[in-house]
């Protein structure tokens, strides 16, 4: 008994662990989505996010003799949130300023990124002539849990509430915050307005190219965070140009499975998180890897044929997602 819970304990925290870039690339996306944008770049802002976080804080830890281990998050975080909100801003002159198609300028953007964070993290690596790797003290900020070691230890849920890293509370914090913001604040509701009909909110006075510009590039930003959180938790602190293949795809499926609702992507990137690697910890010797790894994908799909059958306007993407807006047609 006491190892059943032991193994579902490990089991949680280690979905935690992968779905906390999960998190924050869903909760970018549907800053992004809910002001009428669709962005497919995701997976190609994740790699930037990546490269460029891992690489902000190496760089950092090079040139200073003793690191601070706050800098240093927060120049990973801030690398990485200024690369996604470039690329997004490349995204959104495209589409909202030149009206590109939206579809075909996302999955641009998603080669574009990773080509660019590919090219990035490979250039370092050349150059540092082997690994590019954060040293064990501060990596160990990176992956270890901000609380004291008496709360982790508090039977069956110390690990679960307290164990893990600071960017997992970072992005529950942000998801409580974006739920706020959308929901209770003007500016929140406006943004809102223009991705459900933006001809009403120009028409109301509400700046539509200003607000679809900003929900892109601060979404991207927060997206591109957690491809940076990604590689210095899980990929431990070391760049590996195939680690985040597949993350930014599974964050766009998340953005439909809690349907378009920040708080509910806390949970849902938790379970898409075991589902990942549910491959490590339950195997069945006659189901292959590959089926194990689609799992997400089925789930998303199921969970959108029921959200289609019951027609539930609440649970319907916002009602100008992927169109691009026209004032001469209003």
């Known amino acids: 008994m006491l190892n059943t819970v032991n193994l579902f304990i490990a089991l949680v925290v280690a ?3 992968y ?9 970018g996306e549907v800053l992004t989505e809910k002001s ?8 190609g802002i994740m790699f930037m996010g990546g490269a460029i976080g891992l690489g902000g804080v190496f760089y950092y830890e090079k040139a200073v003799e003793s690191p601070s281990a706050f800098l240093a998050v927060l ?11 470039i690329a997004s801003l490349i995204f959104s002159f495209l589409t909202i300023t030149l009206r590109a198609n939206q579809n075909v300028t996302g999955l641009a953007l998603t080669i574009f990124g990773t080509g660019v964070g590919q090219y990035i993290g490979e250039i370092m690596r050349i150059r540092e002539g082997g690994f590019v790797a954060v040293g064990n003290d501060l990596k160990a900020v990176f992956i270890s849990s901000p609380f004291p070691q008496a709360m982790q ?25 974006m739920h706020l913001f959308l929901n209770k604040s003007r500016t929140g ?20 190219s200003r607000y679809r510009y900003l929900g892109a590039i601060i979404g991207g930003g927060i997206s591109a965070v957690g491809g940076m959180v990604y590689i210095t938790t899980i990929a431990g602190c070391v760049w590996n140009h195939e680690g985040l293949s597949g993350v930014g795809w599974l964050a766009v499926a998340l953005v439909i499975f809690c349907l378009w609702r920040p708080l509910s992507a806390i949970w849902g990137s938790v379970l ?4 990942m690697i549910l491959y490590l910890r339950l195997t ?6 590959q089926l194990y790894k689609i799992l997400p994908y089925v789930v998303t799909l199921v969970v959108l044929i029921i959200v289609s059958l019951r027609k539930k306007r609440e649970d319907q993407p916002p009602t100008s997602l992927g169109l691009n807006y026209f004032r001469e047609d209003r």
């Not at 069945?284 to 890897?289: E, L, M, N, V, W």
């Open 36 to 43: 009428g944008s669709l962005n497919l770049g995701v997976e």
């Open 19 to 27: 779905g906390t870039p999960l998190l924050f690339g869903t909760l």
């Open 15 to 17: 979905a935690i662990t």
């Open 189 to 208: 509701l406006q943004l809102r307005s223009v991705g459900e009909s933006p001809a009403t909110a120009d028409a109301a006075g509400i700046n539509v």
């Open 75 to 85: 120049i990973g975080l801030l690398c990485a949130f200024i690369a996604g909100g």
């Open 272 to 275: 898409f998180g075991a589902l």
């Open 284 to 289: 069945i010797p006659f189901i292959p890897t």
């Open 153 to 177: 230890d508090i039977p069956y849920v110390g690990k679960i509430l307290f164990g893990n890293s600071i960017f997992f509370y970072l992005g529950v914090v942000l998801a409580i915050v």
